[in-house]
């Protein structure tokens, strides 16, 4: 799991919380854009 912070929500926000889904999904996409792949 490599945005474990996503699994549970600490955040007080909801932008907060918006603004690390957004950063994680960014994150995916371009693993996905450049094939990439990450060490597990």
């Known amino acids: 799991m490599n945005h474990r912070r ?3 929500d600490y955040e007080a ?3 907060r ?3 690390v889904i957004h ?3 960014i994150g995916l996409m371009t693993r996905r ?3 990439e792949t990450t060490q597990t």
């Open 17 to 19: 919380s918006e603004a």
């Open 6 to 8: 996503l699994a549970r």
């Open 33 to 35: 854009l450049t094939g």
């Open 13 to 15: 926000l909801p932008a």
């Open 23 to 25: 950063g994680a999904m």
